[in-house]
Every structure is written in C-alpha cells, then in structure tokens.
C-alpha cells in the first residue's frame, strides 16, 4: 500500500502545518513514505522516527540516512517530554494496541500548543484502497472480519480518541488520493504478498478460494488501467 502512502503524506504535513524551522516526530513510519515528506521539509536532522517492526526500521534508516530512526511503538515513545514542535501517525492508529495510550504519548513528546496529527483510511465508508477487495471477500464469506471495526477508521472516532487523550482544538478532515494501477495483476500482487488484515486473510485461503476472491475483484474493477480513489480522515490537536 506505499503507492498510496506516498501522496498521502504531503497532505496530513500540510495539515499538521509542517515548516521548516520545525522539529518533527513521524510515528510508526514504515519504510518512510511520510518520513520522507518530512525530511524535505525539515532536512533530516530535524526529524525522528519510530516504528516497532525491526524490518521497517532498518528500511527506514537505509532510505532516509540522518534521520533518527528508533524501534519502538507509540505507546511507549522512548523521548523526553515535549521534545517536538509535532508528532504525526500515518496509517498508524487503527493498529495501535491502544490507540489513546498512543495518542497520549505523541502529546507529551509534543511542545505545548505543538501539533498531533493522525490519518487513518475510511475503512467503515468503504472509502479505503482496500475496500473494494472487502467488499468481494464479504460476497464468499459474510462473517469476514474487514477493518471497518478498527480505531479511527469511521466519521469522528479520530476526533474522539484525540479528545480522550487530552488533546486541545481538535480538527477533523479528509484526505484523498487517486491512484492510477495500470493493469489488474499489479493491482492484485499486495494481497499476496501476506502483510496486514488484508493480505493475511488472502494468506489464510486455500487456493480454490483465493483464485474465488481474486476472480470477484477482477469481475468488479473497470478494465485497465483503472483508477482507485480514496479518502482517509485526519485529526490534528494541539498538544
Ligand atoms: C500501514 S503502515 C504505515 C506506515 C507509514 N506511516 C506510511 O504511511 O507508509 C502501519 C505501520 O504502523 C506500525 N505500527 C503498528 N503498531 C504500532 C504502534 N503501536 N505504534 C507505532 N507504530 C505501529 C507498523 O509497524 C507499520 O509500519
């Protein structure tokens, strides 16, 4: 899902009001889609990272050499108290183990009146990249478990956690991003690969069922190239 990471990451900065000047955490970064975005607002020593997945710590440091890249998860941000001008989370809440503990914890490595900020795909509008692939696995099995339940991921829960983590000023918007996939192979080749709710569930059929799934998605999406549009909510409040 980086393809759609990336453009993603220039608007929730924007959001966040993120300028030079500014000193910046990206929380739970990945391989850096957001990271990146920051650096070339801040220059790298400006920004720090975390992220609790060892694999993604190390992509991170060897895309984005001079940025302070950390293992650790945002519950537990290994960082003095109001460190950062700002604390931003891509894609991150709805996988948080808590996300208000999280939430909590990116305010107080935050200045006083410094920005939170978080975006999570609308996952409960069917709005996300991946709904459309929900939408077809729910047509073989009713009772699947998609992500629309996860924290964050409907109108105002964002806003909600934010408020129950102690943030002030809280805003709450939309992002979106449109994604052009030239065939329905390229579209198709992340859910095989086994990573996130998604492609474990790919992961987790056998492969008369996976090829029932994958046929759906093709029967469903218009002919290549196709474009995929979709729309994340984001919060920011201050610290
Ligand atoms: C969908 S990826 C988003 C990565 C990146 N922010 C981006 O936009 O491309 C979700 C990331 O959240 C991380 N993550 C999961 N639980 C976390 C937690 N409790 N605290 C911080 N990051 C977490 C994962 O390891 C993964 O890198």
């Known amino acids: 899902m980086g393809r759609y990471s990336v ?4 608007q929730l900065a924007d959001f966040a009001a993120v300028a030079a000047g500014q000193r910046v955490l990206d929380v739970g970064c990945g391989s850096g889609a957001l990271t990146g975005e920051l650096v070339k607002r801040l220059g790298p020593a400006a920004v720090s990272a975390v992220d609790p997945s060892q694999p993604f710590v190390a992509a991170a440091r060897a895309r984005h050499p001079g940025v302070s890249v950390q293992r650790a998860a945002a519950e537990e941000l290994p960082f003095e108290d109001q460190l950062f001008d700002a604390a931003l989370a891509q894609l991150v809440v709805h996988f948080m183990a808590y996300p208000v503990a999280g939430l909590r914890e990116m305010a107080r490595v935050t200045r006083k009146h410094g920005v939170v900020a978080a975006c999570v795909w609308d996952h409960a509008g069917a709005r996300g990249p991946l709904s459309l692939f929900w939408e077809a696995a729910r047509v073989l099995d009713p009772d699947v478990e998609d992500e629309s339940q996860l924290a964050g991921a409907r109108e105002g829960h964002l806003a909600q956690l ?7 000023e809280i805003e709450e918007g939309i992002l979106s991003v449109a994604i052009e996939h030239s065939s329905f192979e390229e579209w198709w080749e992340p859910f095989t690969l086994g990573v996130g709710p998604a492609g474990s569930y790919v992961a987790s059929l056998d492969p008369k069922r996976q090829a029932r799934v994958r046929d759906l998605c093709r029967e469903m999406l218009p002919t290549a190239p196709f474009v995929v549009s979709s729309q994340a909510w984001v919060a920011r ?3």
């Open 7 to 10: 453009p993603l990451a220039p």
């Open 237 to 239: 409040g201050d610290a």
């Open 162 to 168: 934010f408020r129950e983590a102690g943030l002030h």
